[in-house]
Nanobody, 114 residues
Framework: QVQLVESGGGLVQAGGSLRLSCAAS????????MNWYRQAPGKQREWVAG???????TYEDSVKGRFTVSRDIAKNTVYLQMDSLKPDDTAVYYC????????WGQGTQVTVSS
């Protein structure tokens, strides 16, 4: 079992920044990959960014150059640094982990005002 707890969401003006955190209940090195997804009102959940157990990060095109995934292995925590935020980034952000099956956090709301 893997438990994921997100934090760091909030309300920010366009152009601002937020950092989301996802704390895992197990060593993140034992997890094949950790990802961030988001779901805007009325839309399907979409993948945003991810980081493999080897530390390789990948990004969805619309967030490249603005979002950065990082991790703290000692804290079993993955971060999503979000800069130059846009109103279109408004969504509930979910942390996801794949370890024999998918695990999800509870989600954290990010609201970007124009």
């Amino acid at each position: 079992q893997v438990q994921l707890v997100e934090s760091g969401g909030g309300l920010v003006q366009a152009g601002g920044s937020l950092r989301l955190s996802c704390a895992a209940s197990v060593s993140i090195l034992s997890i094949n990959g950790m990802n961030w997804y988001r779901q805007a009102p009325g839309k399907q959940r979409e993948w945003v960014a991810g980081i493999t157990s080897a530390g390789t990060a990948t990004y969805e095109d619309s967030v490249k150059g603005r979002f950065t995934v990082s991790r703290d292995i000692a804290k079993n925590t993955v971060y999503l640094q979000m800069d130059s935020l846009k109103p279109d980034d408004t969504a509930v952000y979910y942390c996801n982990a794949w370890k024999l099956r998918n695990y999800w956090g509870q989600g954290t709301q990010v609201t970007v005002s124009s």
